[in-house]
């Protein structure tokens, strides 16, 4: 007898983090796969921290929407097979045309416009271009991957890859025009 997988959907996933044994523990939804995740280093949490001030300030300054952060759950698949992806993203920008109103206690239900992610050791090569490809593909029009060892980002769009190192400036194109930063300035010294 062949015994048939369970996959879980967003809402099932929601609720199974409200249950005692996961509250403090970090995950994703991957095609409909629970998929546990590391928490963030310090110096992860700093990157993050300085870069989401610098787009925050920035978008509440210029009245754009709303800056995430905190590995924020975005509904990036809704799969008729339960197969459901929500990925979690570290700093996160909506546009005002596609900020809920209000916000609730749910996910987001698609890409979000810009998408950063800071790369730690131990993420794999492979999850990372899944995800490159799902926010993609979920509408997400720019992603910016931060690596901390190489003090490099690689800005990701509908128009390729590119990598900006220290001395480069990494713009919001017209996902957050106007918007600029030193590479080097991400980093602590």
Known sequence: MEVQAQYLTAERFLDLLEQPEYQDRSFDLVEGELV???????????????LAVQIANYVEANDLGAVTAAETGFVLER??????????????????????DPPDFSWYEM?????????????????????????????TRLIWLVYPESRTVVAHS???????HEGDRLDGGDVLPGFALRVGDIFPS
């Open 36 to 50: 546990e995740m590391s928490k963030p280093t310090w110096k992860h949490g700093i990157i993050t921290m300085r």
């Open 79 to 100: 799969n008729a097979y339960g197969r459901d992806t929500v990925r979690g993203i570290d700093i996160a920008f909506v546009s005002k045309e596609n900020v809920p």
């Open 111 to 139: 890409g979000p416009d810009l998408a950063v992610e800071v790369i730690s050791p131990n993420n794999r090569a492979d999850d990372i271009h899944l995800k490159v490809m799902q926010l993609l593909a979920a509408g």
């Open 158 to 164: 509908a128009d390729g890859a590119k990598t900006l």
